[in-house]
């Protein structure tokens, strides 16, 4: 009877029995390929570097064999960013959604392991819930992109004063091969990413607002608890008491003022007992209020660290910036005043950790005794806009325009606050990029150790060496004065009816043991660094442009600071073995004065929509007349592809 039953039930609808058939589970009305979504982009990244000028030293890499060789053919950067991302989302139920990233990274390395799809940022869970009582969002999972305030977690991106030639990977398409230069021409900015000016995290993320309460109109919440980059380290007990919170409470009123409460914190153990900790906080607020056409913002608070070294300690941390329109000032000027105290440290926050040396991270990866994952330590000699604690000043900003020409710009002054180590650090602004490729996240490499690089990004550390200003056991007898200066230029206009942009962006940056308001040229400077970098981009067709690129970068210290005493390439004891550096070298007893250029060429090419074709050559040359064993050059060719999907 069960049999027959079935058997007529099936003749009865076939279509129905068509849609059961080999189905174990319940019916789904809604489509369930619906609720799931991907996107992402493939981007193929080969580069040709020839350096036939280069200092006798062989470095390990990813790559296998000697490197840096004379030629080197290669796909990616060395860097971990995936030849293909693949991004796929979906919603679970109602109000809870999934996202999760899939790379792979190069498969023409030489290194096949390298080939397999993994994880990128992890699996992402997020929900949304809208109830009587607000809206509110959760994120957990793998890594997100978080920011909070100036002073607790941000990451800091100055004026968004650069260079357009060389692009980063995660630089987005635009609809046209000029938009790129176009929008910073208008706006001043590109597009970028969500990383950009974010700290990566890994925990949960929360935050509300829309409460239906007549005293929380305007007032919103997030807040942060899991771990931030500088949380994950190569400790005794990996993960162990090693986290970190935010939380940051907002109101904006209807006259678009807003006020806000700022906190964080990180802890870390630091042995296999957790006993031992290294942790800091910092408590702010924040306001931002419109008055008669002026814009005042600022943060203002207090900040500690601790360690089994440091006893607890407290310390200021203030940033206020006032805006003027032209109708005040004839032209719009932004005065910032800085004060960060030695004792308010934070190395998620926009400033510069220069007072605690332990918390400066490092990991072993290429040559070099000390490698670094984080930027110099000692008093940086920043760009403007970039901040730094045991640090006080002033800084100066403006902006013109006169029909197609902008000129932006201004200059800071700052004091060190405290005497705490007699060492001067530098980015290379101009150079760097070309350097860091040489040894990837290394220290102290490059024939007299002095290059320390980071993720796109090289720096030098610079020890003040006169007996007369340093002690004994090396302790600073004088206190740090720094400067910094920028010149922006943009310029718009035809050629043969295409569009030609020109940008000029220069810095001038310095360091002395006295008080200047402008950046000196006195010889008595410790350092002085020049960079000026000019980029043309030339509209030759809606789907082709044409990019130049000219680089100088000069730098000069003071004999008061290390000077070159040895040969770092003595001549071996060995019969029939040559000395690998300049042969019959000879000290010169001076200090560093070093010369870099580029000199590029590209093509940014439309080849479809969501699909560029970026072609990029340079000349590229660094030495040094005084250290003469550091001389570098070469050039780089580079193809980039890159597709959206």
Known sequence: MMVNFICEAQNTDSTFNKKMAFKSATLSIKDPVSNIKFGGYFRFFGYIRDLPTMYPLDIPSYYYGVYPQQTTISVGTGY???????????????????????MLNSAYDGNFENSSISLNLGTNFYSTLV???????????????????????????????????????????????????KKYYEQGAIDQDLRFGNVAFQGITFSGNSFPWWFTD????????????NNIANIVSPGKDDYCFGLRLNKTNQKKDSYALNYFSSKTATDSTSYIKREYDISTFEFNLNIKKLNLFGEIGFGSYQSSTFERTYGEAIVVNLSTPKEYTLLPIQIQYARIAPEAVNVNSSFTNTSVSELVQTTVIEEGGEPTIMTGFGGPVSSLGYLANNREGLSFNTELEINDFTVSGGFGFY???????????????????????ISYFSTGYGPYGHLNSYYRGVYENVPITDSTLIDSIGAPLFDKFFCSSDLHLKYKTKLFGKDLYLFSLSNYNTAQDFLSILPTISKDAFIKQLNHQFDVCYALAPKVSIVLKHAYERVVASDKTELDRYDPFPAPNIPGREDLGVVGYEPTFKARNQYGQILGLGLDIMIGEGAFLFLRHSQFSFKDKNFIETNIKGSETTIELKINF
């Open 415 to 437: 004091s060190e606050l405290s005497r705490i180590n007699s060492v001067l650090s530098y980015n290379h602004i101009s150079t760097g990029l070309f350097l860091s490729r």
């Open 218 to 229: 305007g007032v919103a919440f997030q807040g942060i608890l899991g771990k931030t980059q």
């Open 131 to 181: 109830s009587d009582f607000g809206k509110f969002k959760v994120h957990a999972g793998g890594i997100s992109w978080y920011r909070q305030s100036k002073l607790t977690v941000w990451a800091e991106e100055g004026y968004l004063r650069y260079s357009l030639f060389e692009r980063a990977p995660y630089d987005p398409l635009n609809k046209n091969a000029v938009d790129r230069y």
């Open 80 to 102: 971990r960013e995936p030849m293909m991302l693949l991004s796929i989302g979906g919603t679970a139920k109602k109000n809870i959604t999934f996202g999760t990233d899939l």
